[in-house]
Structure formats: C-alpha cells, structure tokens
C-alpha cells in the first residue's frame, strides 16, 4: 500500500471502518470516517438483524471505530449525539452535489443505444438514479407504472439507473407484469449523470418508513435533480427542509400514495414550458450543499461559498435549459 497520511472511509459497507480501525492500529494513520447508514442500527430497525449476541458484537465494534476515528461526520445531525457517546469529534455534513458537473454538460456516453435515447428524447422521463438496495421502496412508482399501462396513458417512463440487491426481484416484477414503460439501466460514469438528467422530466426518491434513522435525511439524488432543474417527488420519512417543499419543484408525498404520485405526474406534465429550480434553492445549494465545501468543513481548508454561488447562478441561467 502506498504511504498515505490520511485515510478517509465512507460507510456502508461498515466493515470498512473496522478495516481502517486495523490499518491505524498497525501502522498509525489517521482515519476520517463518514457515515451515509447508521449501521447496525438501520439493518436491526429494518428487521434484518434480531436482538442477540450478532446485534452486540457489531455495536461494540462500531463503538471502537468511533473512539479511534480522527473524526466522524454524519449526513444526518440527528446521529450527532448518538456517534457522540465515543467519538472524540463529531461533524455534521450534510448530503449534497457536484455542481461543477451540471454546468454546460450536454453529451450523453458514447455507448448509449438509440432505444435509450428514444425514452429520453420522445417520452416523459421519469428517473430514478442511485442504489436499489434494501433501505429503498419502489413499490409506489412500480405501481404508478401499472395503473398507467392499465389506463393506456404511454406519455410516461419510468427509467431506473442503479445496481442493487432489490433490482433482480424488482426486473422480474415488471417483466412478469409485462410493464414495458418500467426500464433498468446500468449505472453511468458521474460525468454523464448531467445530461441525462437534464433530459427527463421527474426525479423520484422513496425510503422505507420503517427504519428510524432514515427520518430527516435528504439524499443526494434530490439535490442532482434540481441542479438538472426536474421537478422532484418524495416519498421519504420525516420532514423535507421548507426551503425544499416550498419551492414547487420538490414534492413530498406519503410512500403509500400511489394515487397521489400520478395526480402530481399528470400536473407536471400538462405544464408546457419547464420550470427552472428557483434561484434562491439554487443559490443555498451552493453555499451550503456543494461537494467541494462540504469537504471544507472536515479539513477546515479555506473557502469561497458566495463566488461558488454565484458562478453556478450565472451560467445555470443560460446552460440549464
């Protein structure tokens, strides 16, 4: 391995962090370790994991990893006091976006098939892009899809850009369906993810409501999809910031409500001109969700949030179309 002064793990999967607390423990480097799922905690509230011997021994090594840890940093703040009980240094950092990556950003890969450019190109897209692991619930848009096949409507597609441990039962459901506006793609290098967004119509975000430590968060994908400027439907528990369901982009709904995904579809869709992310949701992503600043705030290195702010306000004016 080559000599490194710092090394930076981010959870899952949670046996890196014991992986980081080994290396440390042999070689004195420094680990940060950022947490993205409050493991076990979420496997045990997820039903995946029962009360018993398994369940302590996982805790015992998370707390050691926390006591060893140069610093932790959460997405969630609602972590903080829990990782505090071990951790020397606790630092909030929120989920957040590349903007850099959205900025006049039109080429899609080079390996894209005609079919895929057709669903962007002369349907209504609706996307979904990330894991499609256990923590998520794609039952409502799966079911949106069918009540859309049923009534004839072929305005929509619903495409699914990820990998996952639910893909394989979720591709079998729609093959066994026969649900042909349902698609899986591959998941495509960060530099493209722009412009295929850019292309569709709707981002949608769904988390199961029976994991605690889920409430609260706001995933990444939520904040691609409003620098792609798409309108967004969210089905995830606990409260999205005002700033988020007050813009009239982002659309918080029940995970049950299936009825209502397709009464907010069908009004997107009848709009003729596109709504743009408004200009104050943008300018707040930027000072205080952009990838490099949220980098900042663990190392401390100095930074530039209102001209950040600013150049993607002005070239997201022209380039955002």
């Known amino acids: 391995m080559p000599k490194c002064d710092l090394v930076i793990v981010s959870t899952p999967s949670f046996f890196l962090g014991l992986t980081a607390l080994i290396l440390r423990n042999m070689s004195s480097i420094e680990f940060i370790l950022d947490i993205r799922d409050l493991y076990p905690a979420s496997i045990h509230q997820a039903g995946m994991l029962q009360d018993g011997q398994i369940l302590r021994l996982l805790q ?5 990893v926390y006591q060893q840890a140069k610093i932790v940093s959460v997405v969630n703040p609602d972590w903080t006091n829990h990782i505090k009980l071990h951790a020397e240094k ?11 990556t959205f900025l006049g950003v039109n080429e899609l890969p080079a390996n894209f098939t005609s079919e895929q450019e057709d669903l962007l190109n002369k349907y209504l897209a609706i996307v979904y892009v990330g894991n499609l692991g256990t923590f998520y619930d ?4 799966l079911q ?14 619903f495409i699914f850009i990820g990998e996952g441990t639910q893909r394989p039962k979720l591709e079998h459901e729609v093959k066994s369906g026969g649900l042909r506006n349902v698609h899986f793609w591959q998941p495509v290098p960060n530099e493209f993810l722009a412009a295929i967004l850019k292309r569709c ?12 430590f889920l409430k609260n968060s706001v995933p990444n994908k939520i904040y691609e999809y409003l620098a792609a400027d798409l309108d967004v439907i969210a089905c995830l528990p606990g409260a999205l910031p005002d700033y988020l369901t007050k813009s009239n982009k982002v659309f918080a709904l029940e995970i049950s409500d299936v009825a209502g995904i397709l009464d907010r579809l069908k009004k997107i869709a009848s709009i003729t001109k596109r709504k743009k992310t408004p200009d104050n949701v943008l300018r707040l992503i930027s ?5 490099d600043l949220l980098w900042n705030q663990i190392s401390n290195e100095p930074s530039n949030p209102n001209a950040l702010a600013e150049t993607f306000h002005k070239v997201n004016a022209t380039d955002l179309n």
């Not at 015992?60 to 050691?64: D, G, P």
């Not at 630092?91 to 590349?98: A, E, F, I, K, L």
């Open 60 to 64: 015992r090594i998370e707390q050691k």
């Open 90 to 100: 606790v630092v909030s950092v929120p989920n957040g976006v590349d903007l850099l």
């Open 138 to 141: 794609f039952t409502p848009f």
């Open 144 to 157: 949106a899809a069918k009540v859309l096949a049923a009534d004839g409507d072929q305005r929509f597609k």
């Open 201 to 212: 119509l709707v981002g949608v975000a769904a988390w199961r409501t029976n994991v605690e």
């Open 287 to 291: 000072r205080e969700h952009h990838f």
